[in-house]
């Protein structure tokens, strides 16, 4: 399966890295790496997450309050990811259809 990242997601990733680089020296690459440990996840077990409807999940980062949401799409193995804070509007990382509550 290959992954693909939406783009308001990718605008969302650069943002929060940059945020925790202002942080703590150090703390953007740790999130970076944790984002890429998710994506990595999803990509070898899509279905191993939690779904938020049959075509939608999510999965959450363990050290970041962020989750990476994504639809797979089973004709060409290619998950679409988003990503968002969690506590705020998801909606805006990714194309969902539903609102989202936690």
Do not use: N
Request: net charge neutral; hydrophobic share 40%.
């Amino acid at each position: 399966m290959s992954i693909r990242l939406l783009a308001p997601a990718q605008t969302e990733l650069d943002e929060a890295i940059s945020w925790y680089a202002e942080q703590a020296p150090g703390l953007g690459d740790a999130f970076l790496v944790e984002i890429l440990k998710t994506f990595r996840l999803v990509e070898q077990f899509p279905q191993a997450w939690h779904p938020l409807t049959p075509e939608i999940r999510r999965c959450r980062l363990r050290r970041f309050p962020y989750s990476v949401i994504y639809t797979e799409d089973a004709p060409t193995s290619t998950a679409s990811l988003g990503i968002g804070r969690i506590g705020l509007v998801e909606r805006k990382a990714s194309p969902l259809p539903l609102p989202l509550r936690y």
